[in-house]
Protein backbone atom coordinates (compact mmCIF):
# COMPACT_ATOMS: atom_id res chain seq x y z
CA UNK A 1 0.00 0.00 0.00
CA UNK A 2 1.44 3.54 -0.97
CA UNK A 3 2.05 5.68 2.13
CA UNK A 4 3.08 9.45 2.50
CA UNK A 5 5.22 10.53 5.15
CA UNK A 6 5.82 14.34 6.82
CA UNK A 7 8.26 13.86 9.47
CA UNK A 8 8.08 17.55 10.44
CA UNK A 9 4.56 18.08 12.66
CA UNK A 10 5.32 21.76 12.58
CA UNK A 11 7.83 24.35 10.77
CA UNK A 12 8.66 27.90 11.43
CA UNK A 13 9.61 30.85 9.39
CA UNK A 14 10.87 34.27 8.96
CA UNK A 15 8.94 36.42 6.66
CA UNK A 16 10.79 36.72 3.51
CA UNK A 17 12.56 34.07 4.24
CA UNK A 18 13.01 30.36 2.75
CA UNK A 19 11.38 27.13 4.12
CA UNK A 20 11.58 24.08 2.88
CA UNK A 21 9.02 21.60 3.67
CA UNK A 22 9.54 17.81 3.65
CA UNK A 23 8.23 14.75 2.52
CA UNK A 24 8.92 10.96 1.29
CA UNK A 25 6.61 8.63 0.19
CA UNK A 26 6.80 4.68 -0.49
CA UNK A 27 5.33 2.92 -3.60
CA UNK A 28 5.90 0.28 -6.16
CA UNK A 29 4.24 1.91 -8.88
CA UNK A 30 6.19 4.13 -11.24
CA UNK A 31 4.21 6.46 -12.70
CA UNK A 32 2.16 8.65 -10.48
CA UNK A 33 1.50 12.01 -9.60
CA UNK A 34 2.59 14.15 -6.40
CA UNK A 35 0.91 17.09 -4.51
CA UNK A 36 1.14 19.74 -1.96
CA UNK A 37 -2.03 20.97 -0.65
CA UNK A 38 -2.18 24.16 1.34
CA UNK A 39 -4.83 24.38 4.12
CA UNK A 40 -5.18 27.98 5.85
CA UNK A 41 -7.80 28.89 8.60
CA UNK A 42 -10.62 28.52 6.47
CA UNK A 43 -9.55 25.34 5.66
CA UNK A 44 -10.23 25.46 2.21
CA UNK A 45 -8.03 23.33 0.36
CA UNK A 46 -5.98 24.41 -2.00
CA UNK A 47 -3.95 23.23 -4.50
CA UNK A 48 -0.06 24.29 -4.40
CA UNK A 49 2.01 22.41 -6.90
CA UNK A 50 1.95 19.30 -8.59
CA UNK A 51 4.63 16.37 -10.30
CA UNK A 52 4.25 14.46 -12.59
CA UNK A 53 6.71 11.35 -11.93
CA UNK A 54 7.65 10.82 -15.60
CA UNK A 55 9.07 14.13 -15.45
CA UNK A 56 12.43 14.91 -14.00
CA UNK A 57 12.06 18.72 -14.17
CA UNK A 58 11.23 19.69 -10.74
CA UNK A 59 7.59 22.02 -10.80
CA UNK A 60 7.43 25.64 -10.12
CA UNK A 61 4.72 28.09 -9.15
CA UNK A 62 5.86 31.34 -8.76
CA UNK A 63 7.53 31.21 -4.83
CA UNK A 64 6.78 27.50 -4.80
CA UNK A 65 8.86 24.97 -6.01
CA UNK A 66 9.70 21.19 -5.41
CA UNK A 67 12.58 18.82 -5.25
CA UNK A 68 11.20 15.58 -6.68
CA UNK A 69 14.05 12.97 -6.03
CA UNK A 70 11.93 9.58 -7.93
CA UNK A 71 14.73 7.00 -6.59
CA UNK A 72 14.74 8.28 -3.20
CA UNK A 73 10.99 9.00 -2.97
CA UNK A 74 11.53 12.40 -1.65
CA UNK A 75 9.11 15.34 -2.72
CA UNK A 76 9.98 18.39 -0.71
CA UNK A 77 8.49 21.98 -0.97
CA UNK A 78 10.56 24.55 -0.69
CA UNK A 79 8.74 28.01 -0.16
CA UNK A 80 10.48 31.23 -1.24
CA UNK A 81 10.04 35.25 0.30
CA UNK A 82 7.71 33.72 2.64
CA UNK A 83 4.80 35.55 3.27
CA UNK A 84 2.08 35.72 6.37
CA UNK A 85 -0.70 34.33 3.91
CA UNK A 86 1.94 31.09 3.74
CA UNK A 87 0.69 30.47 7.19
CA UNK A 88 -1.73 27.40 7.41
CA UNK A 89 -1.31 23.35 6.98
CA UNK A 90 0.56 22.02 4.08
CA UNK A 91 -0.34 18.10 3.35
CA UNK A 92 1.58 16.29 0.72
CA UNK A 93 -0.49 14.03 -1.40
CA UNK A 94 0.17 10.95 -3.71
CA UNK A 95 -1.64 9.74 -6.53
CA UNK A 96 -1.97 6.75 -8.94
CA UNK A 97 -1.63 7.26 -12.92
CA UNK A 98 -4.05 5.13 -13.90
CA UNK A 99 -6.60 7.18 -15.27
CA UNK A 100 -9.75 8.18 -13.81
CA UNK A 101 -9.48 5.17 -11.00
CA UNK A 102 -7.14 6.07 -7.36
CA UNK A 103 -7.56 8.72 -4.69
CA UNK A 104 -5.72 10.95 -3.14
CA UNK A 105 -3.27 9.73 -0.35
CA UNK A 106 -2.26 12.72 1.92
CA UNK A 107 0.15 12.83 4.93
CA UNK A 108 -0.64 13.88 8.33
CA UNK A 109 0.30 17.44 6.83
CA UNK A 110 2.87 20.21 8.65
CA UNK A 111 1.75 23.58 9.81
CA UNK A 112 3.60 26.04 9.10
CA UNK A 113 3.66 29.32 10.92
CA UNK A 114 5.60 32.64 9.46
CA UNK A 115 6.61 35.27 11.97
CA UNK A 116 6.12 39.02 10.86
CA UNK B 1 -10.49 28.00 -11.70
CA UNK B 2 -13.01 24.75 -10.94
CA UNK B 3 -14.68 25.52 -8.09
CA UNK B 4 -16.85 23.51 -5.83
CA UNK B 5 -19.74 24.24 -3.31
CA UNK B 6 -20.67 22.71 0.20
CA UNK B 7 -23.95 23.42 1.49
CA UNK B 8 -24.54 23.92 4.71
CA UNK B 9 -20.78 25.55 5.74
CA UNK B 10 -22.12 24.65 9.81
CA UNK B 11 -25.13 22.37 10.95
CA UNK B 12 -25.92 22.01 14.14
CA UNK B 13 -28.30 18.57 14.68
CA UNK B 14 -29.50 16.52 17.45
CA UNK B 15 -28.68 13.34 18.97
CA UNK B 16 -30.72 10.99 16.63
CA UNK B 17 -31.48 12.86 13.43
CA UNK B 18 -30.07 12.88 10.11
CA UNK B 19 -28.74 15.57 8.43
CA UNK B 20 -27.67 16.11 4.45
CA UNK B 21 -24.74 17.79 3.14
CA UNK B 22 -24.45 18.87 -0.41
CA UNK B 23 -21.52 19.24 -2.94
CA UNK B 24 -21.65 20.45 -5.91
CA UNK B 25 -19.21 21.03 -8.72
CA UNK B 26 -20.53 24.49 -10.16
CA UNK B 27 -18.27 24.76 -13.57
CA UNK B 28 -17.39 21.24 -14.70
CA UNK B 29 -18.68 17.61 -14.52
CA UNK B 30 -17.26 15.33 -11.95
CA UNK B 31 -17.59 11.70 -12.77
CA UNK B 32 -15.78 11.11 -9.88
CA UNK B 33 -16.32 12.89 -6.04
CA UNK B 34 -14.60 12.07 -3.06
CA UNK B 35 -16.30 12.75 0.85
CA UNK B 36 -13.46 13.23 3.87
CA UNK B 37 -13.75 13.86 7.00
CA UNK B 38 -11.73 15.65 8.97
CA UNK B 39 -10.45 15.42 12.48
CA UNK B 40 -9.17 18.61 14.55
CA UNK B 41 -5.38 19.44 13.65
CA UNK B 42 -5.29 15.72 11.49
CA UNK B 43 -5.27 15.01 7.70
CA UNK B 44 -8.21 14.48 5.60
CA UNK B 45 -9.45 10.37 5.98
CA UNK B 46 -11.20 9.21 2.67
CA UNK B 47 -14.50 8.03 3.70
CA UNK B 48 -15.66 7.09 0.44
CA UNK B 49 -15.64 7.13 -3.37
CA UNK B 50 -18.42 7.90 -5.53
CA UNK B 51 -19.26 7.74 -9.45
CA UNK B 52 -21.90 9.15 -10.86
CA UNK B 53 -25.03 6.62 -11.40
CA UNK B 54 -23.62 3.83 -9.36
CA UNK B 55 -23.34 2.51 -5.58
CA UNK B 56 -20.96 4.51 -3.63
CA UNK B 57 -17.14 2.66 -2.92
CA UNK B 58 -17.18 2.75 0.99
CA UNK B 59 -13.21 2.46 2.82
CA UNK B 60 -12.71 0.21 5.38
CA UNK B 61 -14.33 1.15 9.40
CA UNK B 62 -16.81 3.39 7.38
CA UNK B 63 -20.42 2.44 7.86
CA UNK B 64 -22.21 2.33 4.83
CA UNK B 65 -25.66 2.59 6.32
CA UNK B 66 -24.82 5.33 8.55
CA UNK B 67 -22.71 7.70 5.53
CA UNK B 68 -25.87 7.08 3.00
CA UNK B 69 -23.82 9.08 -0.24
CA UNK B 70 -25.69 9.65 -3.68
CA UNK B 71 -24.05 10.92 -6.56
CA UNK B 72 -27.10 11.71 -8.39
CA UNK B 73 -25.65 13.60 -11.28
CA UNK B 74 -22.57 14.96 -12.89
CA UNK B 75 -22.77 17.54 -10.74
CA UNK B 76 -23.88 17.04 -7.36
CA UNK B 77 -22.60 14.06 -4.27
CA UNK B 78 -24.76 14.47 -1.47
CA UNK B 79 -23.68 13.09 1.88
CA UNK B 80 -26.24 11.70 4.48
CA UNK B 81 -25.88 11.42 7.94
CA UNK B 82 -28.00 9.14 9.59
CA UNK B 83 -29.46 8.94 13.26
CA UNK B 84 -26.52 11.26 13.95
CA UNK B 85 -24.62 11.36 17.03
CA UNK B 86 -22.16 12.92 19.12
CA UNK B 87 -19.25 11.23 17.98
CA UNK B 88 -20.29 12.21 14.41
CA UNK B 89 -19.64 15.79 14.69
CA UNK B 90 -16.57 16.82 12.96
CA UNK B 91 -15.80 18.36 9.35
CA UNK B 92 -16.92 16.87 6.52
CA UNK B 93 -14.77 17.94 3.03
CA UNK B 94 -15.74 16.87 -0.44
CA UNK B 95 -14.01 16.93 -3.45
CA UNK B 96 -14.71 16.66 -7.33
CA UNK B 97 -12.59 15.70 -9.72
CA UNK B 98 -12.45 16.69 -13.39
CA UNK B 99 -9.67 15.32 -15.13
CA UNK B 100 -7.54 12.11 -14.61
CA UNK B 101 -5.77 14.11 -11.43
CA UNK B 102 -7.51 17.47 -11.20
CA UNK B 103 -9.31 17.26 -7.95
CA UNK B 104 -10.93 20.38 -6.67
CA UNK B 105 -12.12 20.66 -2.40
CA UNK B 106 -15.30 22.02 -1.44
CA UNK B 107 -14.97 24.81 1.55
CA UNK B 108 -16.12 21.65 3.79
CA UNK B 109 -18.80 21.38 6.39
CA UNK B 110 -18.81 21.48 10.06
CA UNK B 111 -21.63 18.95 11.73
CA UNK B 112 -22.07 19.24 15.31
CA UNK B 113 -24.39 16.37 17.17
CA UNK B 114 -25.74 17.28 20.88
Known amino acids: AQTVTQSQPEMSVQEAETVTLSCTYD???????LFWYKQPPSRQMILVIRQEAYKQQNATENRFSVNFQKAAKSFSLKISDSQLGDAAMYFC?????????????FGKGTKLSVKP | GAVVSQHPSRVICKSGTSVKIECRSLDFQATTMFWYRQFPKKSLMLMATSNEGSKATYEQGVEKDKFLINHASLTLSTLTVTSAHPEDSSFYICSARRERYEQYFGPGTRLTVT
Open chain 1, 27 to 33: TSESDYY
Open chain 1, 93 to 105: AWKNYGGSQGNLI
